[in-house]
């Protein structure tokens, strides 16, 4: 299955300008006052402000994205192997569900909140 990935951040809103160095296990994204990672086993081209990926996945295999902050100046490194990255993800999942089963909002975006956290 063909699948795209495109990742443009916007510091402080998109007041602040920034640099993306494509290097090591994918790309730093640094802004005078913050900087942000994007580790990947996806192959990653410049993309004005960020960076963009078109790649195919087969059947058993698994693409891994993992955004995070990181220090000025630093070289994204690896992604974190396979097993690891799905325990990271299992973990966010069964935290939003045990946060989203307290809420007792019932207003309509509800459904989509729940929606969007459930694996």
Same mark, same amino acid.
Do not use: I, Y
């Given at each position: 299955m063909a699948f795209s *990935?495109? +990742?443009h951040p916007a510091f402080n809103y998109v007041r602040n300008t920034h640099e993306a160095e494509i290097a090591g296990g994918g =790309?730093?994204?640094h802004s005078p006052e &913050? !900087? %942000?990672g994007l580790s990947t086993n996806v192959k990653l081209n410049r993309d004005w402000d960020g960076v963009v990926a078109e790649f195919t996945i087969q059947e058993g295999e698994l693409a891994v994205?993992? %955004?995070?902050? *990181?220090? #000025?100046?630093?070289? +994204?490194?690896?992604?974190? #192997?396979?097993?690891?990255v799905l325990?990271?993800?299992? !973990? @966010? =999942?069964?935290?939003?569900m045990q946060r989203l089963s307290?809420? @007792?909002h @019932?207003? #309509?975006?509800r459904e989509v =909140? &729940?929606?969007?956290?459930? #694996?």
């Open positions: *990935m495109e +990742c =790309v730093g994204f &913050q !900087s %942000l994205f993992v %955004l995070g902050e *990181m220090e #000025p100046g630093a070289v +994204c490194n690896d992604p974190s #192997p396979e097993a690891e325990d990271m993800f299992k !973990s @966010t =999942v069964a935290d939003w307290k809420r @007792t @019932t207003g #309509p975006w =909140v &729940q929606h969007s956290a459930s #694996p």
